[in-house]
T-cell receptor, first 112, second 111 residues
Framework: DAGITQSPRYKITETGRQVTLMCHQT?????MFWYRQDLGHGLRLIYY???????DKGEVPDGYVVSRSKTENFPLTLESATRSQTSVYFC???????????FGSGTRLTVV | RKEVEQDPGPFNVPEGATVAFNCTYS??????FFWYRQDCRKEPKLLMS???SGNEDGRFTAQLNRASQYISLLIRDSKLSDSATYLC????????????FGSGTRLQVQP
C-alpha cells in the first residue's frame, strides 16, 4: 500500500550502541523530515531532506546522522545512543511544506 | 518569543459544547497554517489547512488574524471522539523548508 512507513515501531537499546531508524515513503515526495517528540518540548526537527542526496540539519541534530541515497528512503542513525535520545521519533514527507506533512506512525526508542 | 505558542490546556468540556483554541505565531511572512490532531502519542494527522482568512469543515472552523498573528480553531458540538491534542503549525521563519509545531492544546470531552 502507498504511504509512509517507519520501522521498527519499538526499540530498546543500550547506551553507546548504534541504532538506525528506517523511513520509507511510496509517494515520491521530495521533502522528508525527522522529528522527535518529548514531553514538554513538542515536536522538534532533527534533520530534513529536500531531495535525494540533499540533507540539512534541523533544530536538534547533535548525535544523529542521516542519508538519502534514494528518494523513498530516509534513515536516521544514532551514532552512539545516549539516554537523552529516548524519545518518540516521527518521519514525515511532503511535496511542499505549504501543503502540510504526512507522518509515519513513529518509532518509540528507549535507551537504557 | 517562541515561534508558535499555544495554551497547553487541558480543556475539559462536556459533550455538545463549543470550544476554541488560540495559537500565536511570530513569523509575520507566513502564508499557510495548519491544525493537526494527535491522539495519545500517535502520529499527528492533518486536520485543517488555512491559507486565507479561514476555513470551515463540518464542525471545525479555523480562523486567521494576520494583523494580530494568531490562528484559532473552533469545534462545535464536541464529541467524545474529539478528545485529543491539537497542534498549531506554521512554516519556519528560516531558510529551511520545514514546519514549526506548537506544543499542542489538550482537549478532553466528557460525557
Amino acid at each position: 500500500d502507498a504511504g509512509i512507513t517507519q520501522s521498527p515501531r519499538y526499540k530498546i537499546t543500550e547506551t553507546g550502541r548504534q541504532v538506525t531508524l528506517m523511513c520509507h515513503q511510496t509517494w515520491s515526495h521530495s521533502y522528508m523530515f525527522w522529528y522527535r517528540q518529548d514531553l514538554g518540548h513538542g515536536l522538534r526537527l532533527i534533520y530534513y531532506s529536500a531531495a535525494a542526496d540533499i540533507t540539512d540539519k534541523g533544530e536538534v541534530p547533535d548525535g544523529y546522522v542521516v542519508s538519502r541515497s534514494k528518494t523513498e528512503n530516509f534513515p536516521l542513525t544514532l551514532e552512539s545512543a545516549t539516554r537523552s535520545q529516548t524519545s518518540v521519533y516521527f518521519c514525515a514527507s511532503t511535496t511542499d511544506r505549504y501543503y502540510g506533512y504526512t507522518f509515519g506512525s513513529g518509532t518509540r526508542l528507549t535507551v537504557v | 518569543r517562541k515561534e508558535v505558542e499555544q495554551d497547553p490546556g487541558p480543556f475539559n468540556v462536556p459533550e455538545g459544547a463549543t470550544v476554541a483554541f488560540n495559537c500565536t505565531y511570530s513569523n509575520s511572512a507566513s502564508q499557510s497554517f495548519f491544525w493537526y490532531r494527535q491522539d495519545c502519542r500517535k502520529e499527528p494527522k492533518l486536520l485543517m489547512s488555512v491559507y486565507s482568512s479561514g476555513n470551515e469543515d463540518g464542525r471545525f472552523t479555523a480562523q486567521l488574524n494576520r494583523a494580530s498573528q494568531y490562528i484559532s480553531l473552533l469545534i462545535r458540538d464536541s464529541k467524545l471522539s474529539d478528545s485529543a491534542t491539537y497542534l498549531c503549525v506554521v512554516p519556519e521563519d528560516t531558510g529551511r523548508r520545514a514546519l514549526t509545531f506548537g506544543s499542542g492544546t489538550r482537549l478532553q470531552v466528557q460525557p
